[in-house]
């Protein structure tokens, strides 16, 4: 579910529709911070709105494309949530963040070996496992156990796992894709509101 560059214009385009036209780039900083906090605050729509403010100021800020792409993964659309990383990156490639959460999309997704891929290039940019996770909500390796209404999507544990895997790669150089030959890979998922919470913790809001 690799996005191609028709899905990056295309998630930019739907960002950017029914936007105002653009104003200087100072106030980006602050729409972003008041996005991550309504997001957390579990005000999406609100989070949402001030996040394409911020793209309206500033037309390809990695932070309001990442944080959208943040925002639809908890709506389960992962279609646009790898479009929006993929965006994101093209900004600023070196952004360990922004790698996990596309990661963690792909996970979701049913796509293990991009989300290896991934991870393995967030580990290389944050030097470690714990330098990475510390850059989203998953503090440490004694994160409790999904419950049982969160095990069906995505989970602190399964973070840490697939860090601890993308760790463990040999051979293949990092950031590599191995193809693998039976893969069911989804575009969207459904999300409850108990995973919304769950997820939006786990997730690098960039500011």
């Known amino acids: 579910m690799r996005p191609h560059r028709h899905a990056v214009r295309w998630a930019l385009a739907l960002a950017l529709a029914c936007v105002p036209a653009a104003s200087p780039r100072a106030a980006t900083a602050t729409r972003n911070d008041d996005g991550v906090s309504l997001a957390l605050a579990g005000q999406y729509e609100r989070a949402?709105?001030?996040?394409?403010?911020?793209?309206?100021?500033?037309?390809?800020?990695?932070?309001?494309l990442n944080n959208l792409g943040n925002l639809?993964?908890?709506?389960?659309?992962?279609?646009?949530?790898?479009?929006?990383?993929?965006?994101?990156?093209?900004?600023?490639s070196a952004d360990a963040?922004?790698?996990?959460n596309c990661a963690q999309a792909h996970l979701?997704?049913?796509?293990?070996?991009?989300?290896?891929?991934?991870?393995?290039?967030?580990?290389?940019?944050?030097?470690?496992?714990?330098?990475?996770?510390?850059?989203?909500?998953?503090?440490?390796?004694?994160?409790?156990a999904p419950k049982a209404a969160e095990s069906g999507f995505l989970a602190p544990a399964d973070l840490r796992a697939l860090l601890q895997r993308a760790a463990a790669r040999e051979g293949a150089a990092r950031g590599t894709v191995a193809r693998?030959?039976?893969?069911?890979?989804?575009r969207?998922?459904?999300?409850?509101?108990?995973?919304?919470?769950?997820?939006?913790?786990?997730?690098?809001?960039k500011r």
């Open 72 to 92: 639809s993964l908890l709506k389960g659309d992962l279609a646009l949530a790898t479009a929006f990383y993929a965006a994101a990156l093209h900004g600023d």
């Open 180 to 186: 693998s030959a039976a893969r069911t890979v989804v």
């Open 48 to 64: 949402e709105k001030a996040f394409k403010a911020a793209l309206a100021e500033h037309r390809h800020d990695p932070g309001a």
């Open 108 to 144: 979701a997704a049913g796509d293990s070996a991009v989300a290896e891929a991934e991870a393995a290039r967030a580990l290389q940019i944050a030097g470690t496992v714990d330098g990475a996770a510390a850059l989203t909500g998953v503090r440490s390796e004694t994160d409790e």
């Open 188 to 205: 969207s998922r459904p999300v409850s509101q108990a995973q919304s919470a769950t997820i939006a913790s786990m997730l690098y809001w």
């Open 97 to 100: 963040g922004v790698h996990l």
